[in-house]
């Protein structure tokens, strides 16, 4: 059984909070996105895991479950055209016969802790009966003759890859399925509409698009998983956005108006005169759109002075005559050691 190590191919150790997880996943997802690897098979494969790993970590729950018993754990099965259970996990399909119940505790690892398992895929019930039934035969049994059981079908998550501005924007996405649990309609394709503001990792359900029910029971849900992809420029903090904009040391100095980018396109930005590197300056209303449920956020432009990286030496002579005149020390109040902010010892 296919078990990969999530947290290695994310880079993280096993103690990473979530903040962790999701710097690493956008870094690893910005690395290997088709768009960026054209073609390369490898850089696709590494992708998929990596997309893999995030569903999986970032979810407390799956989380959990995949700690305590592997990547099987967090997989999903559904009933086959033959009344088998097709149990997915990894990247393939796994056919166990409901029959045969010894195979299903075998595909599991077995042993100690596998009625709890067991519990899990078909309810806890079936669990304890399956926990007390002595032996092969009497777990067969168990299921020999029994009626069909009105089950509701199973929910499904399915990934679904954003731009940044379709994420912030919203926007209107081709989505194809794969055959849910063999019900013979094959591949689906669903047009999906994406609400404006959808973040990384934000769930998106469709009710009744998951696999179908057993005995007329109706089916699951689809829940939609967001992946946003980084943009080049802005980054997002709930519903602001930021942007950092590099001004010269003599805008800085004497004040300036800049053009910066906006998602509506560049906006004319003051900068008032002694304005330090690292100031945010604020466009109200500029971040994520509003919402029926929430305001429209603001963008924070981050102001990153770059000096001139070369100077001729009369230009240089007319700085140090320029300096001689400020003689005051941004640095005169900062303590000189870590020592001298430490508490004093009694």
Excluded at 202 to 220: D, F, N, T, V, W
Excluded at 272 to 294: D, E, F, H, I, Q
């Amino acid at each position: 059984m296919p078990n990969r190590d999530f947290y290695a191919i994310l880079g993280v150790s096993k103690t990473a909070n979530a903040d962790e997880i999701k710097r690493a996943y956008r870094k690893l997802a910005l690395k290997y996105h088709p768009d960026r690897t054209k073609d390369d098979k490898q850089a696709e494969a590494k992708f998929k895991d990596v997309q893999a790993a995030y569903d999986v970590l970032s979810d407390p729950k799956k989380r959990q479950e995949y700690d305590q018993f592997g990547e099987a754990a967090v997989g999903s099965f559904q009933t086959g055209p033959q009344g088998e259970r097709v149990y997915t996990w990894g990247a393939g399909e796994h056919r166990v016969n409901v029959e045969d119940l010894e195979d299903l505790f075998s595909a599991f690892g077995g042993g100690e802790g596998g009625a709890s398992v067991f519990e899990q895929i078909f309810g806890r019930g079936a669990g304890r009966a399956a926990g007390r039934a002595g032996g092969r035969g009497s777990r067969r049994a168990a299921w020999e003759g029994a009626a069909p059981i009105e089950q509701r079908g199973q929910d499904i998550e399915h990934a679904v890859n954003l731009s940044f501005d379709q994420a912030i924007q919203g926007a209107t996405v081709e989505v194809t399925l794969p055959d849910f649990g063999g019900n013979g309609r094959g591949r689906q394709t669903l047009s999906v509409k994406i609400p404006p503001g959808v973040d990384e990792g934000q769930r998106i359900r469709l009710r009744g698009k998951g696999a179908p029910g057993h005995g007329g029971a109706p089916p699951g849900d689809l829940y939609l998983v967001c992946h946003v992809q980084p943009h080049e420029c802005f980054r997002r903090e709930g519903r602001d956005l930021l942007v950092e904009v590099p001004i010269t040391a003599f805008e800085a100095v004497l004040g300036a108006k800049v053009d910066v980018p906006t998602l509506d396109g560049l906006v004319t930005l003051t900068i008032p005169a002694g304005t330090p590197s690292g100031n945010r300056l604020r466009l109200r209303g500029k971040g994520v759109p509003a919402s029926s449920t929430n305001p429209a956020g603001d963008q924070y432009v981050i102001v990153k002075i770059v000096p001139p990286k070369t100077l001729t030496p009369e230009q240089r002579r007319e700085f140090e005559r320029l300096a001689a005149q400020f003689p005051e020390n941004p640095r005169e109040r900062a303590p000189r050691s870590a020592a001298a902010t430490s508490e004093p010892r009694g």
